[in-house]
Structures are given as structure tokens and as C-alpha cells.
């Protein structure tokens, strides 16, 4: 039982427009959700993260979005660049210092040009 | 120098040698863990380690084991390595007294491991 979705392999965007990427998850006692981002032969880097409590995190051009209702989480790239095009894994904890996360298996984004 | 070091960065074995993956971190991090990566997967946890004398399995620790030799130092074993074994592993480290987002994971770049 795959606790943490993420439905779509591949993204493609143009450069400039909004990249939106989904995850979905099941277990109810997941409260701490983060994004990491992945170059090809390097590990992957934390992105951005948010806790339970909020609906919404922004660090510049990212926002990362939950819906708690819905179990399900998005995270939002504008203006897309160039640069951004990588593997991006979003995962779950049972609690913000529980170090050990479950992750997805990751969208594979491409900004064009 | 890179804060997350793992050797080697690509090995290939024969089925039934055993193998030590290695991970060495100047993070000062107490918390390690090693992850195991399959094509078009994520990331699924094979062991972790909270300080020097805590080991705890993952969800998929079967065929693998560990030894945390010191703080900076997580080592990884494959007893008897069989093909399924073939991945992309990835050690990490995190401290959950950091500032800014706690227990942020700090992940290494990986050893490709081929077993034939």
C-alpha cells in the first residue's frame, strides 16, 4: 500500500508559466510534508516543506499547498525556469522531528525554453 | 568538500559477494539513514540511526545491515547480494535541533550498485 502518490511522472511547462505538481497520500497521521528536488547524479536537496497546521508555505517562487481534507498536497513553481527541471519527491512524516519520511515516486518536471 | 560522502559511487557485484556501501558526513548530524531508490520510484528506507547506539530497521531491511561505527560514519552490508539488490542508495543525515526546518534530511549523491 503505497502511502504517498504522486499520479503524474512527467510534467513539461514553458518557461515562465506556473509548473503545478500533485501528491496525494493515505495515512490520516501523516502531519509534516516536504519537497525535494533531484538532479541527475546527486542526491535529492529539501525544496520547501509545511506542517499540518497550515494550508499554505511560500518561499519564493515556490508554494507548497495542503489540503487536509483531501489528503492532498501541490507544490507550485512560477515563474518556471529553466533550472527547475528535475525529479521532484514529495513526502510525508508522522511528525515534524521524526526524521524517517515515506516518499513518493517523484514527477519528473521539463521547462522549456 | 561535500558534507554527505558515500563510496563507492558505482559498484558492480556478482550475486552471493557481499558488499559494504559506505557513508561518511561532516554535518555534525546525529540522525543517518540509508535509502534505497528503484527506476521510477521513490525512496524507500532501509535502515536508520538516531545516534551511535541506536539502529532501527526501515520498511524494507531484509537481505541489508548496518553498522554506525561513529557519529560521522553509517555503513551499509549486503550479506549475500542478490539482482533485486540492483539500485541507486543514498545515505542521509539530519538533526532535529536545527534551526529552520528541523530534521531536514541532507541526503548524500548516491552509489549505483549493479548485482549480476
Known amino acids: 500500500d503505497q502511502q504517498v502518490k504522486q499520479n503524474s511522472p512527467s510534467l513539461s511547462v514553458q518557461e515562465g508559466r506556473i509548473s503545478i505538481l500533485n501528491c496525494d497520500y493515505t495515512n490520516s497521521m501523516f502531519d509534516y510534508f516536504l519537497w525535494y528536488k533531484k538532479y541527475p547524479a546527486e542526491g535529492p536537496t529539501f525544496l520547501i516543506s509545511i506542517s499540518s497546521i497550515k494550508d499554505k508555505n511560500e518561499d519564493g517562487r515556490f508554494t507548497v499547498f495542503l489540503n487536509k481534507s483531501a489528503k492532498h498536497l501541490s507544490l507550485h513553481i512560477v515563474p518556471s525556469q529553466p533550472g527547475d527541471s528535475a525529479v521532484y519527491f514529495c513526502?510525508?512524516?508522522?511528525?515534524?522531528?521524526?526524521?524517517?519520511?515515506?516518499f513518493g515516486d517523484g514527477t519528473t518536471l521539463t521547462v522549456k525554453p | 568538500d561535500a558534507d554527505v560522502t558515500q563510496t563507492p559511487r558505482n559498484r558492480i557485484t556478482k550475486t552471493g559477494k557481499r558488499i559494504m556501501l559506505e557513508c561518511s558526513q561532516t554535518?555534525?548530524?546525529?540522525?543517518m539513514y540509508w535509502y534505497r531508490q528503484d527506476p521510477g520510484l521513490g525512496l524507500r528506507l532501509i535502515y536508520y540511526s538516531f545516534d551511535v547506539k541506536d539502529i532501527n530497521k526501515g520498511e524494507i531491511s531484509d537481505g541489508y545491515s548496518v553498522s554506525r561505527q561513529a557519529q560521522a560514519k553509517f555503513s551499509l552490508s549486503l550479506e549475500s547480494a542478490i539482482p533485486n539488490q540492483t539500485a541507486l542508495y543514498f545515505c542521509a543525515t539530519s538533526d532535529p535541533t536545527s534551526g529552520g526546518v528541523p530534521d531536514t534530511q541532507y541526503f548524500g549523491p548516491g552509489t549505483r550498485l549493479t548485482v549480476l
Open positions: 554535518k555534525g548530524h546525529d540522525r
Open positions: 513526502a510525508a512524516r508522522r511528525d515534524q522531528l521524526a526524521g524517517k519520511s515515506t
